[in-house]
């Protein structure tokens, strides 16, 4: 589909808001009824060559009592889903009275299959029905949907000739719809919930080359799993998979991909749902996990029902929500604000070289890190290629968290463990809603020799394609052309202006805190029964020592502090570790001065410029 095939058919769906549902419902509500019919359109327009046959079978299977109808009625259709009503969209909007209507279209909500039941109920379809009958608008809106003039279909619509009159939809371009027009009548409404959920597609491309490129030659025939802890519309599992696909054919490999994922908003996860089975990614939504039934694409919040607890993975890809407060995760468990060292999960709790327990449980306001953690958790251990995790995250990962604290401890338990690759350093205004830089960390537990012991930071802060319109926020793309560029400096692994190689230690901190001694009146040291000075707390000051100051602690103690106060007591119960990264600290670029020849020439200038000026105003 190119971008006037693509902006017509946006622009077709966008009108039938403001010409079916104006002055109906508020503008807040037109999302709620444009992108469930949107869907459901989807999925009717490939039911309808089949539905004559399938109703056949249907009678057929019921006169001769099979129970199990499910596999026949899939291999009648071609598609993991049916439905055994009577109608269609397009027949129904033949019905013109309302009552009857709406009691058609119920009949054709039943008759779908159990998988298109979970859509209709995540989507609200029944109530929605209600609200359009009581409207009067529910004919107007079907008319408008099964009009010949789109094609919401994964297939082309040709002529008699073969030729192709309108462009079949597939998974990207359709996610891409949905996700522009959430944005949109967000947008109308002074929203901003989009972006918590949406991944541009360009970005999304650059998170699967990171992923899978660098290994590319470690590709063989084998079977990969894929995951996303916050898949959204599914677009980061789709891409990945079908750039694994695209690797393995380029290098005469036979691989199956097998993609899993985690949503919890309702609609996004209905419309993922829908399209996988659509494209046909998703050949039956559920697979067997041991004795246990579970579905590819688990419903409800990551954080607190893990929807693949046990599982691991070969690709881990994921953009969670950013500064989202996980409380409605810990009112899951039964816990308020205040017992948070009380959430115990397995995933985001590990025993660190000492045996000591590390929890990497963040601040109530933030649960990225909690994702990267869950990801963590999938890494494979028993196979060549291991586990490549790719997670986009805002700047705040890379060093909220006092030492000791749970971000800090997932950030040491990465680095000292030799997992992280590289983090890269995106541009700012890249996303829909909000103008932050974001951070890519490629994490993996099958590093090369030549990395081992080191970690590569990336800027490319300015590897970047305008826009010629902006998209919300978003004034810029990462094109084909600049993918190649960061992935080119990821993959030679060298220094240079935009990749900067440190060991590992570079990132740790020892957190130490330094009292001053209690005095008396008489300002004498006050000292306890063992002759040891008493330390004032009031006096706390703590110091942060990198690991790499030579000497340590020690050499720290002695050389930063004990020659300005030399009464100081280091509390060496209170040391800490900690870990944090600063793409600042190593690519910050000092603004230009002007010099002096610059700065002198504009003060001529404007002594020219206002020469006797003064004399004039006071009338000499």
């Known amino acids: 589909m190119n971008q006037s095939q693509y902006n017509q058919l946006f622009s077709f769906i966008w009108n039938i808001a403001t010409d079916v549902l104006v002055y109906a419902f508020e503008k807040g509500e037109y999302k709620k009824i444009i992108m469930p019919m949107m869907v459901l359109r989807r999925i009717d327009v490939l039911l309808e060559p089949t539905k004559e046959a399938l109703l056949t079978m249907k009678q057929k299977l019921d006169e001769s009592n099979i129970q199990n109808q499910d596999p026949i009625l899939h291999s009648v259709t071609g598609y993991p889903f049916y439905n055994t009503s009577k109608f269609t969209m397009k027949t129904l909007k033949s019905e013109t009275d309302p009552l009857r209507l709406k009691m058609n279209f119920t009949d054709y909500l039943n008759g779908f299959s159990r998988d298109v039941q979970d859509i209709i109920d995540k989507f609200h379809l029944r109530q929605m029905v209600d609200n359009l009958t009581e409207a009067e608008r529910l004919g107007s809106i079907i008319e408008k949907f099964t009009d010949d003039k789109i094609n919401l279909s994964n297939k082309p619509v040709e002529d008699d000739n073969g030729n192709v009159l309108l462009p079949g939809i597939d998974n990207h371009t359709m996610g891409t719809i949905f996700e522009e027009l959430l944005r949109k009548f967000n947008e109308e409404n002074n929203v901003t919930e989009a972006g918590e959920h949406f991944t541009p597609r360009d970005y999304v491309k650059l998170l699967a080359d990171l992923a899978v490129l660098p290994i590319a030659e470690k590709i063989t025939d084998n079977t990969y ?35 899993f994922g ?154 000292e463990n030799d997992l992280l690759e590289a983090i890269v350093a995106m541009p700012e205004k890249d996303f829909y809603n909000t103008g932050i830089g974001t951070f890519i960390w490629v994490i993996t537990n099958r590093k090369e020799e030549r990395r081992r012991g080191f970690v590569q930071l990336i800027d490319a802060t300015e590897i970047k394609t305008p826009l010629r319109k902006n998209l919300g926020e978003k004034n810029c793309e990462t094109t084909e052309e600049d ?75 002695q050389n930063e502090i004990l020659p300005y106060t030399p009464d100081a007591i280091l509390d060496e119960k209170s040391i800490e570790t900690g870990y944090e990264l600063s793409f600042t600290k190593y690519f910050y670029k000092p603004k230009q001065l002007r010099s002096i020849e610059e700065i002198s020439g504009d003060i001529r200038a404007i002594e020219e410029r206002t020469d006797g000026l003064l004399d004039e105003i006071l009338g000499r």
Not at 312 to 336: A, H, M, V
Not at 401 to 409: L, P, Q, R
Not at 511 to 527: A, F, L, M, T
């Open 225 to 259: 799993h894929i995951y996303d802890g916050a898949c959204g519309t599914g677009g980061i599992l789709t891409i990945a998979q079908d750039r694994i696909l695209e690797i393995a054919r380029e290098r005469g490999k036979q691989v199956q991909v097998n993609i």
């Open 262 to 415: 985690q949503e919890l908003q309702p609609d996004t996860y209905a419309t993922c749902k829908a399209d996988l089975m659509i494209s046909g990614n998703i050949k039956a939504f559920q697979y067997q996990y041991g004795a246990e039934p579970r579905e590819y694409i688990a419903f409800d919040s990551t954080i607190s029902r893990d929807g693949h607890a046990g599982e691991t993975f070969d690709f881990c890809i994921s953009n969670p929500p950013f500064g989202t407060p996980w409380k409605e995760d810990l009112k899951k468990r039964g816990l308020s604000e205040k017992d948070k060292k009380k959430f115990t999960d397995s995933r985001f709790t590990v025993l660190d070289r000492e045996g000591k327990e590390l929890s990497f449980i963040p601040d109530i306001g933030d649960a990225q890190m909690m994702f990267l953690a869950n990801n963590l958790s999938r890494m494979r251990e028993d196979t060549v290629l291991g586990t490549r995790i790719v997670e986009v995250h805002n700047g705040s990962s890379l060093f909220t968290g006092d030492a000791g604290k749970g971000a800090s401890n997932l950030r040491q338990f990465i680095i």
């Open 483 to 557: 993918r190649a560029q960061i992935l080119q400096l990821l993959m030679d692994f060298k220094e240079t202006p935009q990749s900067k190689i440190f060991p590992n230690n570079e990132f740790g901190y020892w957190s130490v805190n330094v009292y001053q001694p209690q005095r008396d009146e008489q300002g004498n040291i006050v000292r306890d029964k063992k002759g040891k000075p008493v330390i004032d707390k009031k006096s706390k000051d703590t110091e942060i020592i990198p690991f790499r100051y030579e000497g340590g602690i020690e050499g720290f103690f």
